[in-house]
């Protein structure tokens, strides 16, 4: 009896913990580790220790076959090579764009690097949060398993003021198709914070041509107009009457064509999400991706005010995972964010973290299928 006891009580415990691999070296000889998250719907999710990375995503398709479908590289070189584009990684300490890498913060003038002329992206340049090597611990509980990555970016590095410590977590649910990423933050010194997974998603597999045909909606009446660098204008504008109405599922490609002449070249816009209709929901509804081919969707809920659809205008056919190539177009982002350049705007929602505080903030990203239609 005593023996039955011990072990319903020990069981949450004993669940295997996540496989942990070698997954190499960085340049400089840092030894990189990829753990391994895997439940019963199928869902297969491989995390590695250099940016605190999503490197494979494997989710069933309607007829039970099994794909990768997020872009990403088999070996650390990959990542480090001048074809990555931020795939799949941790993106910050500030992800999208701050106007000409300059912020003022309690009466002091902040100047970061320009890496995307004549503005700041996704954290910097040599020691952006994609960049590092993250300290990792696998675990598993009764509901799932999970990966902790934590690291510590010094005062200043980046040009950013205050010691951040991040932790961000990967836990895959064990019996629901649900990944959930958890990012908490906290600092000695005020300092802008935005944080979001830059996952590039094809759900017809990676490497196959094109998102042009998947389907898309978007939860977000009203989105941030750029100017001619991509830096928000401050304006808060409605989608109605643009290409970037997706209140209700539209295929992607059916207005794209219109952005291709624009500073986007596609779609690359924040979009505002609309308020949580549920109270007592803990995260918003997003978006809602659709592959008809596989049959595979995405549904992505979030506790950000934003969030950034990319089209992959930027892919340029590199080689990617088992040889396969990334064509212009063939993947897409979805950011869940605070509003780009928040930090230079006072009317949008702050992204200022002060010491003594904590910054917390999850997205669930939700696989399924659906069935084709009778014709
Ligand atoms: C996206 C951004 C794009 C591009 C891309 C990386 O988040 O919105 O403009 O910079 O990252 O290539």
Known sequence: MRAVVLSVLLAPCLAAEP?????????????????????????TAKVMTRGATLVQLHTPDRSG???????????????????????GCTTGRVCNRIAKGKFSLDGKDYTLAINNEPNHLHGGVERSLD???WKAKGYSNDRGHGVRFSYTSPDGEEGYPG???????????????????????TTDKATPVNLTNHAYF?????????????????????????????IPTGDIAT??????????????????????????LGYDHNFVLNPKQDKDKTHNLAAVLRDPESGRTLRIMTQEPGIQFYSGNFLKGQQGKDGKTYAHRSALCLETQHFPDSVNHDNFPSTILEPGKEYRTSTLLIFGTFEKKKK
């Not at 951040?164 to 933050?185: E, M």
């Not at 109405?245 to 992607?252: A, H």
């Open 131 to 133: 960049k590092v090597v």
């Open 239 to 264: 989608v109605d009457g643009t290409p970037l109405d997706f209140r209700k599922m539209k295929k992607i490609g059916a207005r794209i064509e219109k952005l291709t002449d624009t500073a986007a």
């Open 163 to 185: 010691k951040l410590s991040v932790k961000v977590t990967y836990f895959l649910a064990k019996d629901a198709p649900r990944l959930s990423i958890t990012y908490v933050a």
């Open 19 to 43: 496989e942990v691999a070698d997954f190499g070296k960085t340049v400089d000889g840092t030894a990189v580790q990829i753990y391994t998250l895997k439940n019963d719907k199928g869902i």
């Open 65 to 87: 076959g099994t794909d990768d479908v997020i872009l990403g590289w088999d070996s650390v070189a990959g990542y480090e090579s001048e074809d990555n584009q931020y795939f």
């Open 202 to 230: 094809n759900l017809g597999g990676a490497g196959s041509d094109t998102v042009l045909n998947h389907q898309l909606q978007l939860n977000a009446d009203n989105y941030t107009p750029c100017d001619d660098t991509l």
